[in-house]
């Protein structure tokens, strides 16, 4: 891992954020790119005139924030850590950051269930996802220091993961992921049996060993991962995304955002890259 990104509104929880990536940062040598971008997209301006004051008006903001952020960026507890401040417009600045900066891990803050309509599941959600080029960590609070020893994955028995089985990135001690949980509604035909012989055969190929799985019967996908979260004490949740179609089956937009809203731990998307 050598570049995190953090996006940040310049909130006290983006700061929590901040707090988390500088300890990954310490922890595996990093840089921080810390990226605000203003929420203005002017769509159409009526008159010269007004253009002239909203580009004042945008200057003045953007100035504004690049102080800020150079502000944060200097604060004496991260002086061992090198962050690289970034101010962009609106959110498609943003996107760009995440594309052309090539980070391995972005690190996202939000409030909960209101902060996701901007962040992930607002009109900006797939898009997000589709440009995260790397494993995205949601935080709705500082984790410091964040050294997840008890990850739980939630799988889905699709054979993607068996073909681009994605990094774990939080693999310092070398272990990796050891608790693997699929989650069988009323409605699924697929049996313990079954998803059992699957995931042998892809520890098998992808050298997992020593590993649990637990086929847990729920109503609901979201609900049988929380709880088996929280039956296990998880320290973090880890779930599974496809880059360029969307979302996996698992991580239907709503199965997400209930296990994102609701989760009591960090969440870890994964990027299925194929």
């Known amino acids: 891992m050598?570049?995190?990104?953090?996006?940040?509104?310049?909130?006290?929880?983006?700061?929590?954020?901040?707090?988390?990536?500088a300890d990954?940062?310490?922890?595996?040598?990093?840089e921080i790119l810390l990226v605000h971008y203003l929420p203005f997209s002017i769509a159409m301006v009526s008159t010269p005139e007004h253009s002239l004051v909203i580009d004042s008006y945008l200057a003045d903001?953007?100035?504004?924030?690049?102080?800020?952020?150079?502000?944060?960026?200097?604060n004496p507890i991260y002086r061992d850590i090198v962050i690289i401040p970034i101010t962009c417009r609106d959110v498609s600045?943003?996107?760009?950051?995440?594309?052309?900066?090539?980070?391995?891990?972005?690190?996202?803050?939000?409030?909960?269930t209101s902060g996701w309509d901007e962040w992930l599941f607002g009109s900006n959600a797939e898009h997000i996802v589709r440009v995260a080029h790397c494993p995205v960590l949601v935080l709705k609070q500082a984790v410091v220091p964040f050294a997840p020893t008890n990850a739980i994955?939630?799988?889905?028995?699709?054979?993607?993961?068996?073909?681009?089985?994605p990094q774990y990135p939080f693999d310092a001690d070398g272990n990796g992921l050891k608790q693997f949980v699929f989650i069988?509604?009323?409605?699924?035909?697929?049996?313990?049996?079954?998803?059992?012989?699957?995931?042998?055969?892809?520890?098998?190929?992808?050298?997992?060993?020593?590993?649990?799985?637990?086929?847990?019967?729920?109503?609901?996908?979201?609900?049988g991962i929380l709880s088996y979260a929280l039956e296990r004490q998880a320290d973090l949740i880890?779930?599974?995304?496809?880059?360029?179609?969307?979302?996996?089956?698992?991580?239907?937009?709503s199965v997400a955002e209930d296990?994102?809203?609701?989760?009591?731990v960090p969440v870890l998307i994964l990027r299925i890259n194929g």
């Open 24 to 30: 990954l940062a310490r922890t595996y040598g990093a």
């Open 238 to 253: 880890v779930l599974f995304t496809h880059g360029h179609t969307g979302l996996l089956h698992l991580l239907q937009e």
């Open 153 to 165: 994955a939630a799988i889905d028995v699709d054979d993607a993961l068996k073909q681009h089985w």
């Open 61 to 74: 903001q953007e100035a504004e924030a690049t102080s800020d952020l150079q502000h944060l960026a200097e």
């Open 93 to 112: 600045g943003l996107y760009e950051a995440m594309t052309e900066r090539q980070a391995d891990l972005i690190v996202l803050a939000t409030h909960g």
């Open 184 to 223: 069988s509604t009323p409605h699924d035909p697929r049996d313990a049996e079954g998803v059992h012989a699957w995931m042998d055969e892809l520890a098998q190929e992808k050298g997992i060993t020593d590993y649990e799985l637990h086929v847990r019967n729920a109503r609901n996908v979201e609900d």
């Open 259 to 264: 296990v994102l809203n609701h989760a009591p």
């Open 2 to 21: 050598k570049t995190i990104l953090v996006p940040t509104d310049l909130s006290s929880l983006a700061d929590g954020a901040l707090q988390v990536a």
